[in-house]
T-cell receptor, first 113, second 115 residues
Framework: DAGVTQSPTHLIKTRGQHVTLRCSPI?????VSWYQQVLGQGPQFIFQ???????GRGNFPDRFSARQFPNYSSELNVNALLLGDSALYLC????????????FGPGTRLLVL | AQTVTQSQPEMSVQEAETVTLSCTYD???????LFWYKQPPSRQMILVIR??????QNATENRFSVNFQKAAKSFSLKISDSQLGDAAMYFC????????????FGKGTKLSVKP
């Protein structure tokens, strides 16, 4: 089975621009979570989606938004990019329950200039 | 607040030797789960091992095993017969059953393996 996939792999944007990152979960997984990993740190939780609804949100500004589609894929949107948004954005999927293991995609490396 | 602490920013081990990575966590929950993830330079976060808090038996997965000390809130990872491919960042992570489903990660330990 294919693992979690993310696109694009790398992205360069300038301050003030908008970006959309995409994630496809493992087949049969209904929950998708997004994490931001700044260089040298562990991942920080941004959003969790299940059945197209936001089920959890981390401590991130409203510039960050996400959605989940009927096929359980997901998009993460970031508006008005800041230099500090430069990071690796990871998507993780799991079947359903909170305690189930999350499986991560390869991430999207975003650089904001 | 739940926190995860990895006190060793970097560790080094000789190939074929054994190394232990430390992790402590803070929680008031009784139903929770602990994980070790490995992140090589390729960036892909890979699950190494998982431990359910309600299980007294320490989890093992081939060369990887944990020492789970619930009372001490300690969750260390032991890697036996270290291989060059074990070189990576290792992250300890926690989630509790009633949460929104978000993992809480430590800052990671960079493991180097010397040939």
């Amino acid at each position: 089975d294919a693992g979690v996939t993310q696109s694009p792999t790398h992205l360069i944007k300038t301050r003030g621009q908008h970006v959309t990152l995409r994630c496809s979960p493992i087949s049969g997984h209904k929950s998708v979570s997004w994490y931001q990993q700044v260089l040298g740190q562990g991942p920080q939780f941004i959003f969790q989606y299940y059945e197209k609804e936001e089920r959890g949100r981390g401590n991130f500004p409203d510039r960050f938004s996400a959605r989940q589609f009927p096929n359980y894929s997901s998009e993460l949107n970031v508006n008005a990019l800041l230099l500090g948004d430069s990071a690796l954005y990871l998507c993780a999927s799991r079947r359903l329950a909170a305690q189930e293991t999350q499986y991560f995609g390869p991430g999207t490396r975003l650089l904001v200039l | 607040a739940q926190t995860v602490t990895q006190s060793q920013p970097e560790m080094s081990v000789q190939e074929a030797e054994t190394v232990t990575l430390s992790c402590t966590y803070d929680t008031s929950e009784s139903d929770y789960y602990l994980f070790w993830y490995k992140q090589p330079p390729s960036r892909q976060m890979i699950l190494v091992i998982r431990q359910e808090a309600y299980k007294q038996q320490n989890a093992t997965e081939n060369r990887f095993s944990v020492n789970f000390q619930k009372a001490a809130k300690s969750f260390s990872l032991k890697i036996s017969d270290s291989q060059l491919g074990d070189a990576a960042m290792y992250f300890c992570a926690y989630i509790f059953g009633g949460s929104q489903g978000n993992l809480i990660f430590g800052k990671g330990t960079k493991l180097s393996v010397k040939p």
